[in-house]
């Protein structure tokens, strides 16, 4: 158990939608990183949050939006969702964002129809 | 063009035999990690280099960064089922705003 939560397991809705997904990082841990994997795609760094900033970011969509709250959880939105968005949707922890390994859970499996 | 290439994409081993996968970058990397993950699962840390020419070991899996910090090796030795799974390497690349990037993995298949 790599101590970091993500809720919920499994996601299924249809195009249009918006849905949002939730991380608990490792106790103590400050910076969180969101990460898409797809078959093609292989896992895609998304967003990194750093003790509630915005630190890191890769190629998120204009339609994916990202915060890290003072309790230090984090969550990424997603909105006006197409078939492609369908994923695994990876949330990690690390203590500091400077090396140091990342801790992830055990992913979202978002499913758009 | 993928910045962090792992070769193999796949392999198949008998149980027993040894295995290396590789990571290979086209810039000078700051952090090597490698995690493992079975599939549609979280992925395990395993093993971060730092140093050019480390070396680390856990169990039977050994991981090299070589001196030129753009290429890493994980070795099996006398592989057992339970190695079987999708083998990631991640990387802090110097001079980019990403943080931690990926390969596209190696699944290893270990036959019985």
């Known amino acids: 158990d790599s101590g970091v939560t993500q809720t919920p397991k499994h996601l299924i809705t249809a195009t249009g939608q918006r849905v949002t997904l939730r991380c608990s990082p490792r106790s103590g841990d400050l910076s969180v990183y969101w990460y898409q994997q797809s078959l093609d795609q292989g896992l895609q760094f998304l967003i990194q949050y750093y003790n509630g900033e915005e630190r890191a970011k890769g190629n998120i969509l204009e339609r994916f939006s990202a915060q890290q709250f003072p309790d230090l959880h984090s969550e990424l939105n997603l909105s006006s969702l197409e078939l492609g968005d369908s994923a695994l949707y990876f949330c990690a922890s690390s203590l500091t964002g400077d090396n140091s390994p990342l801790h992830f859970g055990n992913g979202t499996r978002l499913t758009v129809t | 063009s993928q910045e962090l290439e792992q070769s193999p994409q796949s392999l198949i081993v008998q149980e027993g035999k040894n295995l290396t996968i590789n990571c290979t970058s086209s810039?000078?990397?700051?952090?090597l990690y490698w995690y493992k993950q079975k599939y549609g699962e979280g992925l395990i840390f395993l093993m971060m280099?730092?140093?050019?020419?480390e070396e680390k070991s856990h169990e039977k899996i050994t991981a090299k960064l070589d001196e030129k910090k753009q290429q890493s090796s994980l070795h099996i030795t006398a592989s057992q089922p339970s190695h079987a799974g999708i083998y990631l390497c991640g990387a802090d690349i110097m001079n980019r705003d990403d943080k931690i990037i990926f390969g596209k993995g190696t699944r290893l298949h270990i036959l019985p």
């Open positions: 280099l730092q140093k050019g020419g």
């Open positions: 810039k000078t990397l700051y952090g």
